[in-house]
Structure formats: C-alpha cells, structure tokens
C-alpha cells in the first residue's frame, strides 16, 4: 500500500515539474513604443520599465520582454500610424504612447481592428472607452472633483479660471459645475493670451478685478513663466491662492519666492516617500529636471503601464497559454489572444509609482489618492490628502494651520491702515509745541497715540509681528459707491495695507469686501441729545408735591381739628379729674390740643390721650387724614424727584418717530445710516424716511459735525451714533446726554483684505487680548481717564441720581428758623423769671442770667442745682409771713380799737365782748 502511495507521489511530482519547465508565454515578448521626436523622456521611461521587468526575477521569469521604439514628427499622425504598422507586422502584445491627441486616436482605432491592447498614459476625457484601451493615467473627471472639492473645502466664494486651451476646460468641468450645488460661488474664465510669452496685460486686467484666486491650468513649462510675471505685478502677496492644476506642481523651482507668503496649491500623484519610488531610484537614480525628471507624472505613468502589463502577463502564465502571432494594417486580422490579455489587464492590482492601481469595468482607472501640496516658503509641503470617497483631509490640524499663519507673521512687518478719530487715533499734545520739521521726522507712533495704536500695540507683543502705521488719503472707512469701494477698505483690497484699525462696525455689505477678526468692541446704535438747562433749585421744593391750596387747607384742618379737641375736652364731664382738694383739672388746654395735633401729624405720637369718646372720634379722624395726607406726600415727593430728572420731551426712538418738532439725523456715509436704510423695523423706517425727506438736510458729513450741530441748535435735533462715541463725549461735554437704550448690536473688529492667511491668528490674538482684559483697561484709559476723561463725574459730584443741598435748602433752613425761635422763647423765658426772682430778691437780673449761663456751659457742674420754683415758693412765703407777722402785731395793739375811732366803734356795737366807752345809751 506505501509502494502505490510512494509511487503516486513520484508522478504528482514529475508532472508538477513539467508544467514549470514549459512555460505558457513566448520566450520573448515583444512591446511596440510610439513616440514623437518631443517625447524622449517618455521613451526613455518606457526603456528603463522594459529593463526593470526583465531585471525583476519574481515576474516572467521563463520570458524575456523586448521593446520596439519608432519614433514619429510630433505634429504628423500620418507617419505615426504608418510607423506604427511597420513596428506591429512581425507582431507585437501591446502599444504604449503616443503622447499626442491626432497620434492617439489612430493608434486607438488600429489597436481595436487588430485587437492589441493600448496602453496609454495620457489622459482623455470620455467616458466610454475604446475596447482595447486601457488608460493609467487618472480620468479627467476624478481630477476635476479634487479641484472642486479643495475649492468647496477652502470655501473659495469667487475665482479666476485662467486656462490655455480648451482642452484644459474639459478636464475642469466638475469644477466649473460647482456653481450649481455651492451656492454664491462665481467663476471667471480667462484664457492665455496665444502665441505670445508675455502674459503681463492680462495680468493686469486680473490685478484691476481684485479677484485673490486663481485656478492656473497650463502647460507645466509655461507655469514659472507665469508666476514670474505675476510677481513683476504684486500678484503673489500674502492674500493670493493659486491653485494649479498640473499633476507635478511640486516640481517647480520656488526659490525666488522664498519671502513671499503667496499660498500656491497643487495636488501630486507621485509621493516621493513611497517605498516603490525608493527602490525605482534606487535602481535608476533621478538626474533630471522639470519634463526630464524620472518622477515627472508622464514619465511615472509610461513605466507604470509597462510594469501593469508585465503584471497581467505574468498572471496569465500561471493559468493560459499566449502566443504571439504577425499583424497587418492591409488585412486586418486581429490578434486572437488579444481579448484574453485584455480581460488580465483589467483585473490588475499594482502598487506603482503613481500609487495604487486599479481599474473598472470600463479601463478607467479609479480609487487613487492625490496628495494635496502647499507653499511652505520656498517648497511645497503635502498638508492633505485627497481621496474619490473621502474628499480633502487635511493632515494638520487646526493649531498647526494657525501656528504657520503665525510663523509667515514674524518674518512680516504689517502695513496698517487708520485714520484719525477720538479716541481711537488722536495727535499727541506736545508742551512745548514741536516744529513741522520735528514732526517730519517723527514716527506715526511719536505723534499720534489713543485707543487703537496702543490695541496694535498690545496685539503684536501677543501675536508676534512688525507693523507700520500709516493715514488713508481721504480719511474714509470705506463705502460702496459706483461699483468701487473707498478709503480703508479700497486700500485692503488692493492690498495697499494689511489691515484697518478704526473703530470700523463689522457689517453684512464689508464683510463681502473684506475680512474682520473677532469684534474688540460691542456697541450699538444711539441717541445724542443736548441735555435740558435745569431751572434754579427751589429751597422749598420739598413742599412742591402738594399745591399751596393742599397746604392752606391742611393748615386750617389742623387748628380747627385742635380747636374741637379742646372745646370737647372741656365740653365732657369725663375729660375732667379730681386733684383730691375739692376741685377738678383738665388735661386738654389749647397747647397740649396743638400739641396733639402736629405730633399727630408728623407721626410721633403724643404724652396725652383722649379718654372719651368724643374726643377719641376726633382723634381717630384726624389720624387717619394724617395717615393718608403723609402717604400721599411720601408718594408725590417720589414721583416729583423722578420726573424732575426725566425732564427731557423725548426719551427714546419711538418718541422721536411720534414728533416733528425735534430734528434728527446721522452721518451720512456711515454704518449707522446703512443700517436705518437696511432695517426692516417699522419705528426705523418711518425714521428714515423721515430723514431722507427732510429739508434741509439732517445728515452730517461726520460724528463731529453732528456733535457740534446737537450743541448749537439747543434741543431741537438729535444725533444717531454709536454708543461708544457717545460714551466717550458724554464724559467731556457735560450739555449732552444718551437717550434710551440701544437701537442694534454690533461690534468693531480689525479688518484685512478678503481670505486673509492672517484673519485666524489676529482673531485669536484679540481674543486673548480681551480675555486678560487689556482691552477693558485701555477702554477704560482713553474713555476715562485721558484727555478730560471723567470730568462730567467730577464735576456733577455726588452723581445725578443725589438731591444737592440747594434742592433742600427750604428744610435746612425752616431746621435753623425753628432752632433759632426756640432760643429767643427759651431766653425770653429765662429772662422772665429770673427778673421776677431779681425783683424779690432785690438782685441784679443780669447778674443772675450771667450765673445761669456759666452754668448751663460748666460741663463740671453736673445735672442738679437748687430749684428756682422752690426758691421761689419759699420766699413768697416768707413775704406772706412777715405780711402776717406784722398784721397780727397791728391787730394785737389795738384788740379793742381806738378811743373816738369810728370802725372801733361800728366792732365795738358788734362784739359784746368789746368795751363800749362814752356809750350814749
């Protein structure tokens, strides 16, 4: 059983080796090449693929494959084709080249009659293929759609399509379609000017458009060309992108643009870096230039071609038998195994210089990834990658972009764009004053200063870069007027300046013009208005809440409220009291009535009460009127206070839309007007529709006119600007005020020519600058504390929300008229008794009020002292008692009265116990 296995094997084995000693191929396979007499680099690749292949052991290793060159005039297809069926007679596999478009479609017609596959490496856009051509090169289409999709992913709003045949069109038609799906994109196509090399009128007419983006789509030796004579017209500064359409874009000679900042865009097809190019030149090292460089796209592709048939063969032999058999252009016999190779071709997989190929049912080649290259300095650098499924993918990222922008920043000094404007840029004050000489030769920086130049100021030690100031001629932001733009804006996009700082509103119209970075400033629009002169303080005007009439009759409420108490208490049994003697008091004389009334009224209370009913009726109805009359003051004072300070006739936009009397405008060639005209709000409408009809004109030729002219007219015209220039004169022309709120928001930002590379960085650089808050600090220096900054505040004291002294005057004065009476009583009192107690005591008034005085101001005599009520009841008593004494001794004396005194005698009839003498009786 071991012996038949053994024996089994042995034949497996010898027939195996068989098979691998006979091979299915030709010992020699023979390859036509057609080139013309401009194509010798072509010729040269296809060479050194066919010596590549036979060098290369892992593939047709049993065959040897040979090549056939003919070589044709590049402008006759005639003796192309006529060349090409003297090279096919003895029989050939396959054709590679020509490069030619007249060239090409002869051999591809031949190639279909007689069945020989048609390598080509030229591109040709159709989409229908001849049956027995295969293209490596990468359909026109799919380059179109890289073009496209970098535009799309650039987000690219307008271009400039500058091509040099028509064919060149043909190979960007998924870019000119763009427009169609990416809205607001806007093509121009410009077409080289033929058979000349002076590109320069062109150019121009280019530069005059300011268009920034241009697609170049030309012959590769043409694109040096080119670019140099773009450079002699400022068309390679910072804010140009070119995107060029050629495969070797990465091939141009970049040295004289090595300071230039231009952005120069391209996609390649061969990646130096791949492993395949290495072991290419490593074999066949590079020592050409430009078309004669062995990595040159055309060059790539011919060697790719050769090594994608040898590919298919090779898988051929492992499987079918080929032969190779004569051909004629006269009999038209077709290749029997054409077909068979064919079908091989198409299923090739390859990893070639050009990257990974592949190809479709149709012969088209499909799934290859293009490398997106940008100028970095003097070279191009690949930044993305390109794929038919995924689009640009960019491989740095968003950080890395920025921090590029940043670097290109340091090597450049930025010409910055501004004109003069409190407090944004304002002339330094000198002390003494300098001549005009002196001033000549200063810089920007030595005679102007503010807001703006110590912004830049800040913002460069943040993002790193040089700058210099300069003054537009005219002095304008920038409007759109005749289909042109003006002042800063004008010089942006003609790319005069680098940027424009201003305060410079960021709006819908400039933004189509130019870039802003993130705003530095928020504001709005609003009201100047002059404020109203106040009238003299009234020293009484705390009694202004209730008329005079309120007053009088509160007045004549309250004494005849105290006169009824008092008439009352006296009137009622049981206001009345016993002192314990045998007689009654009453509480209620007319000052402790009058006592209870204003106490009453002034909400204090009182020591005293009523106790019946009557009088506590009174008492009730007279608090609660004092209840109301205090609240209804309380209420009016406060209202009185606010109305005084709201004493203006119009407080905001919707009052002015309601009058006629008050005037009202703006600067006419500014963002504020823009914005009355744009605004679809029907109060903002009927405004501007008011100001348009006016007669004479409302509109100012800028802020200061309208500042000026809300001063002059008193009153009678309103100005519309931006908040914080209104901010900034409010707090140095203290006649003018802010009415209401905000009409809008809006924002100042720092504006740069249209798709700036610098717009990132410089954003971010505010954003910074904002977060650490230098920008509220510098607001706050040249808003408030320079150039008379705050001096409205300083000057309205406490605040205009306080009541000054004068508005109370009337209460510190009735305070000092009461104190003062309250002095004259308390003397006329003290003078009063104390010369009652003279008099008795036979002392000196004088001398008593002086003893007095000393001390009620001794702060050592303490708070007790002998009475002066005692004193003087004691010495009334001691006058009452010596009246006694002395009446008593009179009495004593004559007991029984005197002898012929008639009242004796009238005592004498009365009293039997007197003694009757010479009694007639």
């Known amino acids: 059983m071991m012996t038949v296995s053994l024996r089994m094997l042995l034949i497996a084995w010898g027939t195996v ?33 066919v010596d590549a292949v036979n060098d290369d052991r892992t593939i047709l290793t049993k065959s040897l494959v040979s090549a056939d060159v003919g070589r044709y005039p590049a402008d ?27 060239a090409c479609h002869h051999v591809q017609a031949l190639s279909d009659t007689l069945h020989v596959p048609f390598m080509q490496s030229k591109y040709a856009y159709i989409f229908k293929r001849a049956d027995f051509s295969i293209s490596v090169h990468p359909h026109p289409s799919l380059l179109s759609k890289a073009f496209a999709d970098f535009v799309r992913k650039s987000n690219w709003r307008s271009l400039i399509v500058l091509y040099e045949t028509e064919d060149g069109l043909v190979k960007l038609q998924e870019l000119l379609k763009l427009p169609k799906t990416f809205h607001g994109l806007k093509i121009t196509l410009r077409q080289l000017t033929p058979d000349t090399l002076d590109y320069r009128p062109l150019l121009k007419e280019i530069k005059k458009s300011e268009e920034t983006r241009i697609v170049l789509d030309c012959d590769y030796d043409k694109i040096a060309l080119i670019l140099a004579q773009a450079d002699e017209l400022s068309l390679l500064t910072d804010y140009h992108n070119y995107l060029v359409t050629s495969l ?78 004569p051909l004629s252009c006269d009999a038209g016999a077709a290749w029997e195994d054409g077909e068979k190779v064919l079908g091989y071709i198409k299923e090739v997989e390859y990893v070639g210089l050009s990257g990974e190929i592949k190809f479709d049912s149709e012969g088209f080649r499909t799934k290859f990834p293009l490398d997106l290259m940008e100028k970095v300095r003097n070279r191009l650098k690949k930044t993305a990658v390109w794929t038919e499924a995924g689009g640009v993918n960019y491989t740095l990222t968003a950080t890395e972009m920025i921090g590029q922008a940043v670097m290109k920043l340091q090597n450049k000094t930025l010409r910055i764009t501004t004109t003069g404007n409190d407090p944004y840029v304002m002339k330094k004050i000198f002390d003494p004053p300098v001549s005009p000489e002196a001033l000549q030769r200063m810089s920007f920086e030595e005679k102007y200063e503010g807001f703006c130049v110590d912004l830049i100021k800040e913002l460069s030690k943040e993002v790193k870069f040089k700058y210099k100031f300069y003054l537009v001629e005219g002095g304008g932001y920038g409007s759109f007027k005749n289909g042109r733009w003006t002042g800063m804006i004008a010089d942006l996009r003609a790319q005069k300046a680098d940027l424009a700082v201003i305060d410079m509103s960021i709006t819908s119209i400039r933004q189509t013009a130019v870039d802003f970075t993130m705003p530095y400033m928020s504001t709005g629009v609003g009201i100047l208005y002059k404020k109203k002169i106040p009238p003299p303080p009234n020293p009484f005007s705390f009694l202004q809440p209730l008329s005079i009439e309120v007053w009088i009759y509160t007045t004549t409420a309250y004494l005849g409220v105290s006169i009824v108490l008092f008439l009352l208490a006296r009137i009622s049994p049981y206001e009345w009291e016993d002192d314990g003697e045998g007689s009654a008091t009453n509480q209620w004389t007319i000052s402790n009535a009058l006592w209870f009334g204003i106490g009453s009224f002034l909400c204090q209370g009182c020591d005293i009460l009523p106790k019946t009913i009557s009088t506590r009726t009174v008492a009730i109805m007279w608090w609660f009127f004092t209840l109301i009359m205090m609240s209804s003051y309380t209420a009016n004072l406060a209202a009185f206070l606010t109305a005084s300070k709201m004493s203006s006739p119009v407080n905001s936009a919707e009052d002015l839309s309601k009058q006629t009397k008050i005037k009202f405008g703006t600067y006419c060639c500014g963002s504020t007007n823009s914005f009355f005209r744009g605004s679809t709000i029907p109060t903002y409408q009927k405004l ?57 928001s809006k924002g100042y930002g720092i504006a740069l020519p249209k798709d700036s590379p610098y717009t990132q960085a410089i954003s971010q650089g505010v954003i910074r600058l904002i977060e650490k808050g230098v920008v509220t600090r510098l607001k706050k220096k040249w808003w408030e504390e320079q150039r008379g900054g705050g ?97 008593s001794t009179a009495e004593s004396l004559h007991k029984y009265g005197q002898i012929g005194d008639e009242l004796s005698l009238t005592k004498a009839r009365k009293d039997s116990v007197y003694e009757r003498f010479n009694d007639q009786s």
Request: net charge negative; glycine share 6%; charged share 25%.
């Open 17 to 49: 080796t068989c098979l691998q000693s006979v091979s299915s191929l030709p010992e020699v396979i023979k390859l036509a090449g057609l080139f013309d007499t401009n194509s010798a680099s072509q010729e040269a690749s296809f060479l050194r693929a």
């Open 76 to 102: 006759d297809s005639f003796k192309a084709s006529k060349k090409l069926c003297e090279i096919i007679q003895p029989g050939v596999s396959a054709v590679f080249g020509p490069t030619t478009e007249a």
């Open 248 to 325: 070797d874009v990465d091939k141009i000679n970049l040295d004289a643009y090595v300071h230039h900042n231009v952005n120069i865009t391209g996609f390649r097809l061969i990646d130096p870096d791949s492993s395949a190019v290495h072991q290419y030149l490593k074999k066949f090292p590079n020592a050409g230039e430009g078309k004669e460089n062995y990595l040159f796209t055309e060059n790539a592709l011919v060697h790719d071609a050769v090594r994608v048939y040898a590919k298919a063969l090779n898988d051929l032999d492992s499987l079918q038998e080929m032969e190779i058999q």
């Open 688 to 744: 501007n529709a008011f100001m348009e009809s006016a007669k004479p004109s409302v509109y100012t030729s800028g802020n200061s006119a309208g500042i000026d002219r809300v001063r002059k007219e008193d009153g009678l015209y309103a100005f519309f600007m931006e908040a914080a220039a209104i901010e900034y004169h409010i707090e140095r022309k203290c006649d003018l005020k802010q009415l209401g709120g905000l009409l809008d």
């Open 791 to 887: 001096s409205c505040k300083s000057l309205g004291g406490g605040g205009g929300d306080q009541m000054s002294v004068a508005a109370l005057a009337g209460l510190y004065m009735m305070l000092i008229g009461g104190m003062v009476i309250a002095t004259m009583i308390a003397i006329c009192e003290f003078t009063w008794r104390k010369r009652k107690l003279a008099v008795d005591e036979n002392t000196s008034v004088w001398l008593e009020m002086w003893e007095e005085l000393k001390f009620a101001i001794n702060p050592f005599a303490g708070d007790t002292k002998a009475n002066p009520m005692a004193c003087d009841s004691q010495s009334a008593s001691r006058a009452s008692s010596k009246a006694m004494l002395s009446k």
